[in-house]
């Protein structure tokens, strides 16, 4: 929120629930959903969608976000969670989604942590 065209942005959705992840949980995630939260927003944060250089730094990372009101989540739940907001107001579509879902579903991998299993040593 701290970027002026981001927070126009966010504001103008007028939406009070928002969805974040980040290329690092320590830092790309942590700072702007410590300023989303403090801005009165419900932030939930998709843990395999985000890494970190370790398992304990992402752990710590997680517990402060936790700890500041975010609600965890996974992509999976936040799929399904989307899917089935969009069955209530067109089911014929949502249905016709399935497939396409489910194909996602099956090359879908978390995150890996950015040290070992995506970095040479």
Known sequence: MSDKRFADAVRKTRRRKLILSGLTTDFCLVYPAALLIAGGYH????VDASGSWTKEINDAALQRLIQMGATPTNVQSI?????NSAAVSDLAAAKKKH????????????????????MPH
């Open 79 to 83: 799929a399904g969670e989307l899917q």
């Open 43 to 46: 932030v939930f944060i998709v």
């Open 99 to 118: 497939p396409q879902l489910f194909e996602w579903f099956g090359r879908y991998t978390p995150a890996p942590s950015l040290i070992g299993m995506n």
